[in-house]
C-alpha cells in the first residue's frame, strides 16, 4: 500500500527533528519487510551471524532472541562489547546495509519537505537545514575528513544555547539518524571544546561505546565529568624524563605552575614533579638527579564522573586527563574543582534567597485567599500555607494586575514578569540537577532581584 503524502509529511515531522529511525520506520516505508533475511559477516575471524526481521520491527536471532536495537542483536550474535549494528546487517540477497536503508529513509522524508514553506520566519536552522548539513558530515565522516565544531557552535544547529536532557537527546537522535557520533561526546567537555563528528562505527571501535538505537537507550546526565573542566583538555605543559632541575624549575617559574606532568610522547605518562618532590630529592641527596624528583601521577579519562576522581585529588591535589584518544590532554587540580562545584552552588543558593524573599513578600502583602485563588483554583493542590507556593506561584500572583497593583510599586510589571520567569527557567534547571552550567548572567540576575526586592519590598532575611 503506497503511502499518503500527509502520512509522510507527518512522520517527517519526527524523523528529521529528534526522533531515531527504527526497524518499524524501515518496515512502514517498504524498505524492509517482516521474513527478510540479515546477515552479519565477519571475515577476519570466519563468521556470519543471521537474524530475521519480524513483523513487528525486531531482529530475530538464530537462537531465537529478538531485539529493537540492531546494534544490540548484532553485539549479542558476535558475543561483542559494541558493534554498530546499522552498518553490521545487510540485507540478503542486495547486501544493502540497515543504515544504508536508514538513509534511503531519511531521503525519502527530507524531499517531502523541500519547498514546504516555513512557519514562521528564524534566523535558527530549519530541520531540512540540519538533515542537509548531517549529510554532508556523514559524506565527510565516511571520507575520514570529519567535521570539526565547537559544542557551542554544534547546539545553535538545533536552536540551543545550553545543553540538557531534552536537546542533548533530540542531538544524538539525529546524528544517530545519518550514522553519527561526536568525538569525543559532546555531554563530557565544555562548551567551547572542539568536537569531531566521526561515524558510530568509528566510534564503537575507538571507544567500546555501545552505539544508542532507540530514545531508550538515551546516555543519563547524572553530574560532571572530568571534561566538563575547562583545564581538563586545554593542554598539557610537560617535561620528558631526560630533563633537568632546571629545565622543569624555569617552565614551572615562567608559567606558575605547581606541579609538571613528565612525558615520553603524547600518551606515555611517566610520573610528575611538584615543587615538594623536587625539595624532597634534593634534601635526600645533594647529588640527586632528575629522575629521583618524578613521583607517581593519577589520572583518569575525560569521560569519568567527576566525583568518583574526588579521592585521587584530594590525596595528591591534581590528577592528568586522558582525551578520547588516550593521549594526555590536561591537568585538573583541587582548584579547578572548588571553581566549578562554586559555579554551581552559587546559584542554588541564590535561588534559595530569591524564594525565601518572594514567599515572605506575598506572605506579608496578601491573604492566602487572594493566592490560592490564582494558584489553586479548583483546591486539588490543597495549598495550606504559604509554604506550599512554588516559584510558579510567586510568578502567577505578581503577573496579576491587581496583586501587583497592590504592592504599590513604581515599576513595570511586564518587564519584572520577564525576568522573573528567565530566573524561573534558571532554578528549574538548578534544582533538576542540570550539571550545565547556568548562563554566565544568571548569577548577576539574581542578585539584582534580590536587591530590588530588598529596596521596594522592605523584605530581610535574617
Not at 301 to 330: C, H, M, S, T
Not at 350 to 371: H, K, N, P
Amino acid at each position: 500500500m503506497t503511502e499518503q503524502p500527509e502520512a509522510q509529511h507527518t512522520r517527517s515531522a519526527y524523523l528529521l527533528d529528534g526522533r531515531r529511525v527504527t526497524i518499524a520506520d524501515l518496515i512502514g516505508a517498504g524498505l524492509l519487510a517482516g521474513g527478510d533475511a540479515l546477515r552479519f559477516k565477519r571475515p577476519r575471524v570466519g563468521q556470519t551471524h543471521k537474524a530475521v526481521v519480524t513483523a513487528d520491527g525486531t531482529l530475530s536471532l538464530e537462537g531465537g532472541q529478538e531485539f529493537r536495537s540492531p546494534s544490540r542483536a548484532a553485539a549479542v550474535a558476535a558475543d561483542m562489547p559494541a558493534v554498530d549494528g546499522w552498518h553490521a546487517w545487510t540485507v540478503v540477497p542486495s547486501g544493502r546495509s540497515l543504515d544504508s536503508l536508514r538513509q534511503g529513509l531519511l531521503d525519502q522524508v527530507a524531499a517531502v519537505n523541500v519547498g514546504e514553506p516555513a512557519m514562521a520566519e528564524s534566523a535558527a536552522p530549519s530541520p531540512q537545514d540540519r538533515y542537509e548539513w548531517l549529510k554532508e558530515a556523514r559524506v565527510r565522516a565516511d571520507a575520514k575528513d570529519p567535521v570539526e565544531i565547537s559544542v557551542r557552535d554544534l547546539l545553535a544547529r538545533w536552536d540551543a544555547k545550553a545543553r540538557g536532557t531534552r536537546i542533548n537527546q533530540r542531538i544524538e537522535a539525529d546524528l544517530a539518524n545519518h550514522g553519527l557520533a561526536t568525538s569525543p561526546s559532546f555531554r563530557k567537555v565544555t562548551l567551547d571544546a572542539q568536537v569531531h563528528l566521526i561515524t558510530a562505527s568509528q566510534d564503537a571501535e575507538a571507544t567500546g561505546n555501545v552505539p544508542a538505537d532507540d530514545d531508550d537507550g538515551n546516555e543519563l546526565d547524572v553530574g560532571l565529568t572530568v571534561g566538563n573542566l575547562p583545564s581538563a583538555l586545554s593542554g598539557v605543559v610537560s617535561v620528558p624524563p631526560t630533563a633537568t632541575f632546571d629545565q622543569a624549575i624555569t617552565t614551572m617559574v615562567l608559567n606558575g605552575y605547581s606541579q609538571l606532568a613528565v612525558l615520553s610522547g603524547s600518551h606515555t605518562l611517566r610520573g610528575a614533579v611538584t615543587w615538594q618532590s623536587i625539595a624532597y630529592a634534593r634534601h635526600a641527596s645533594p647529588t640527586a638527579s632528575f629522575v629521583d624528583a618524578i613521583v607517581p601521577a593519577r589520572e583518569a579519562r575525560y569521560d569519568q564522573e567527576l566525583i568518583e576522581v574526588l579521592p585521587d585529588l584530594e590525596a595528591w591535589d591534581f590528577i592528568f586527563v586522558r582525551n578520547e584518544k588516550n593521549a594526555v590532554a590536561g591537568i585538573v587540580t583541587t582548584a579547578d574543582v572548588v571553581a566549578a562545584y562554586r559555579e554551581l552552588a552559587t546559584p542554588f543558593f541564590l535561588i534559595g534567597e530569591l524564594d525565601q524573599v518572594l514567599r515572605q513578600l506575598i506572605s506579608r502583602t496578601f491573604a492566602l485567599e487572594e493566592v490560592t485563588s490564582l494558584c489553586d483554583l479548583d483546591g486539588s493542590r490543597a495549598l495550606q500555607s504559604f509554604d506550599d507556593l512554588e516559584m510558579g506561584d510567586y510568578q502567577r500572583v505578581l503577573e496579576n494586575p491587581e496583586r501587583w497593583a497592590k504592592l504599590g510599586w513604581p515599576l513595570d510589571r511586564a518587564t519584572f514578569i520577564k525576568r522573573l520567569d528567565e530566573l524561573r527557567v534558571v532554578r528549574n534547571n538548578v534544582m533538576h540537577f542540570n550539571p550545565e552550567p547556568v548562563p554566565p548572567d544568571a548569577v548577576e540576575k539574581l542578585r539584582y532581584i534580590l536587591k530590588l526586592l530588598r529596596d521596594f519590598g522592605g523584605v530581610i532575611i535574617s
